[in-house]
């Protein structure tokens, strides 16, 4: 996923290491951390807390996301949807910086540090994970490869919603508790959630080099208006998930803890919903990815203290 970085939108003063910095997208990687943060609080909340393998999914996980953010500033320099004329922060490989070989070859060294980090938790257990694994890196390739291009049709919204949400916390849940488990389906949908909100902000700022590119994400399928109340229902949707999960039997009497977030997203909506320049977008997307490692950490402490 796209993520503006402090500093970073002038590109020749860029070093080698800020210039994967860059390419990495670092900001965006709580879309990485919050769901294995939330999947393991949530079995350790029921006593199955097993350190190894969340380690394991926590490096997988965060691996497969470098790799997609690497493949994607590769491919979209490539595929001309990356240009001068674009509203955010400079691109690795648009900027120059690096390679589009060099940044492909990165994208695919992560992508082995993931597989070895999923062999572990397949041997632990079994062939589900292997599943996952094998699905999770096809994905990450098919958001910007042909020939699916998942992110050009309109489908990266639901790729990210079931892969940084779903699937990251259940999985990360699974690798601890042997199980598919109702807590960690429902835990994993406010953070799907917020994920996708991370993406619905970087469409939007680019919905017209999008357009022009011929990259039809749903922000440009939906226009702006449209694309502004997707990110109000995900951020309200992550709201109002403590408390369906409280009635459902989910969480314990501290499920209140993550509204203690709804400060920093009452004050995101109304910048969403009051500015259209790029400036304004790119410091609400940085600030929304930092929401969600700290309602992440939050539903991870409601599930610590039980149900």
Known sequence: MDAAEDGMNTPGAAGPWRAWVLAARVPTLTAAVAPVLVGTAAAAGDGMFAPLPAFAALIAAVSIQIAANLHNDALDFLQGADT???LGPARATQAGLLSARQVLVGAYLCLGVAAAAGIYLVVLRGWPLLVVGLASIAAALAYTASPLRLGYRGLGDLFVFLFFGVVAVVGSDYVQS????????????????????ILVLNNLRDIDTDRAAGKRTLAVR???????????????????????MRLAGLLGPWFWLPWLAA?????????????DDAAALVEALKRTARLLLVYGALLAASLLRGS
Do not use: D, K, N
Request: charged share 10%.
């Open 178 to 197: 042997g199980e598919i488990r109702a807590v960690a389906v429902a835990a994993s949908v406010p953070v799907g959630l917020l994920a996708s909100a």
């Open 84 to 86: 001068a004329g674009r």
């Open 222 to 244: 939906l226009g702006p208006r449209a694309t502004r109340a997707q990110y109000v229902f995900c951020l309200a949707g992550a709201m109002a998930a403590p408390a369906v």
């Open 263 to 275: 400060p920093t997203m009452v004050g995101l909506v109304r910048t969403v919903l009051r500015h």
